[in-house]
């Protein structure tokens, strides 16, 4: 099994710019999530999803959306990237409830925004 | 939510056993507390979990009191390889109700 995986592993934005983080798991998870970690901080929560076609927003969802549409991929979009967007993005998965928290991450997305 | 406090950080040398404690007074009844790894450039990785008393793995052990109110990470005999970062995280499930705090910088010196 490969685990989690996100691509890019590092992108430059310009302010106003769209773009997506993917990510993927070959895990058969249920639930997905998405956390950005600033410097020196623990990370936060942007938005998860306990199954395909449902979403939810986690501690700082602004600025992002997300949809599930397969068990597999979970997609964090940017609409309009602002400097403050600029951290170090993570993806996670696991299996239930009841294994909540034992959550697998991604190598990570470095995003920058100028 | 139940929060934590961690030490922000600490130093350990090869070879000795490093006791982490977190402090968690608001815990609830249905809460496990779990503890996390984090390597500079990569995502945090799982260690352990409990409820009480102690839990051991290949990797660690944790301490849980009565009272739950602490629980300390213990890693027995530490290499370089453990300098890290290490989070501490309270929750009974949700993923709405899982916060990391700073986490308790960790560095082993030869």
């Known amino acids: 099994n490969a685990g989690v995986t996100q691509t890019p592993k590092f992108q430059v934005l310009k302010t106003g710019q769209s773009m997506t983080l993917q990510c993927a798991q070959d895990m058969n998870h249920e639930y997905m999530s998405w956390y950005r970690q600033d410097p020196g901080m623990g990370l936060r929560l942007i938005h998860y999803s306990v199954g395909a076609g449902i979403t939810d927003q986690g501690e700082v969802p602004n600025g992002y959306n997300v949809s599930r549409s397969t068990t597999e991929d979970f997609p964090l979009r940017l609409l309009s990237a602002a400097p403050s967007q600029t951290s170090v993005y993570f993806c996670?998965?696991?299996?239930?409830?009841?294994?909540?928290?034992?959550?697998?991450f991604g190598p990570g997305t470095r995003l920058t925004v100028l | 939510l139940a929060k934590t406090t961690q030490p922000i950080s600490m130093d350990s040398y090869e070879g000795q056993e490093v006791n982490i404690t977190c402090s968690h007074n608001n815990i609830a009844t249905n809460d496990y507390i779990t503890w996390y790894q984090q390597f500079p450039s990569q995502g945090p990785r799982f260690i352990i979990q409990?409820?009480?008393t102690k839990v051991t793995n290949e990797v660690a052990s944790l301490f849980i009191p009565a009272d739950r109110k602490s629980s300390t990470l213990s890693l027995p005999r530490v290499s370089l390889s453990d300098t890290a970062v290490y989070y501490c995280l309270v929750g009974d499930g949700g993923y709405n109700k899982l916060i990391f705090g700073a986490g308790t910088r960790l560095a082993v010196h030869p």
């Open positions: 996670a998965s696991s299996y239930g409830t009841s294994d909540y928290n034992e959550q697998f």
């Open positions: 409990g409820y009480k």
